[in-house]
């Protein structure tokens, strides 16, 4: 089984200022790595995913983010914040098809808060 | 191109009632995964629905059950309602499973009194 932790569950930044969202997780088999944020009384929306190749992975938004396998991390950045950034953001975590249980284990979030 | 609907949005059960839940996914997806989210426990998956099958599942109890349409359409139902089911429930459809994007509905608020 996979597990995800989310080390930060409130985050309060300054607007323009940098931004890390930490992210590991645990698993006995390969995965897709993905951050996924939501607006208030929104669904999810998909931020940027990690399925294979360059561990630098770029997504909407301004966001990016690192996979790092040694240290089972998935961190989310983003070099400057804006008013609009402010949501919750959740990692999440799938073993690969290959397994046959390519299910989605999300972590508990983190809320970013954008200060003007 | 239409995105995820979810009917009703919002739902007040008694407990002991069932209730059933209605995802449309997006035109073309043939996976729908349902999730439960709470303030205590996140977000957790429930099950996934690909081409009619139940492809995947997660630890929910037996009261949780849904199924797949040949139109992809997918129903949640939940037997017995208990206080601890209140929640949001999300439906999320993608081309083929999680590997790909999955986009989310915006959910089905269900309060059990």
């Known amino acids: 089984a996979q597990s995800v932790t989310q080390l930060d569950s409130q985050v309060p930044v300054f607007e323009e200022a940098p931004v890390e969202l930490r992210c590991n997780y645990s698993?006995?088999?390969?995965?897709?790595l993905f951050w996924y944020v939501q607006y208030p009384n929104q669904g999810l929306q998909l931020l940027l995913k990690y399925l294979s190749g360059s561990t630098l992975v770029k997504g909407i938004n301004g966001f990016e983010a690192e996979f790092n396998k040694s240290q089972t991390s998935f961190h989310l950045r983003k070099p400057s914040v804006h008013i609009s950034d402010t949501a919750e953001y959740f990692c999440?975590?799938?073993?690969?098809?290959?397994?046959?249980?390519?299910?989605?284990?999300f972590g508990t979030g983190t809320r970013l808060t954008i200060i003007p | 191109k239409a995105g995820v609907t979810q009917t009703p949005r919002y739902l007040i059960k008694t407990r002991g009632q069932q209730v059933t839940l209605s995802c449309s996914p997006i035109?073309?997806?043939?996976?729908v995964s349902w999730y439960q989210q709470t303030p205590g426990q996140g977000l957790q998956f429930l099950f996934e629905y690909f081409s009619e099958t139940q492809r995947n599942k997660g630890n929910f109890p037996g009261r949780f059950s849904g199924r797949q349409f040949s139109n992809s359409r997918s129903e949640m139902n939940v037997s017995t309602l208990e206080l601890g089911d209140s929640a949001l429930y999300l439906c999320?459809?993608?081309?083929?499973?999680?590997?790909?994007?999955?986009?989310f509905g915006p959910g089905t608020r269900l309060t059990v009194t």
């Open positions: 999320a459809s993608s081309v083929a499973g999680t590997a790909h994007e999955q986009y």
């Open positions: 035109s073309g997806h043939r996976s």
């Open positions: 698993s006995s088999v390969s995965v897709y």
């Open positions: 999440a975590v799938s073993a690969t098809p290959s397994t046959g249980n390519e299910k989605l284990t």
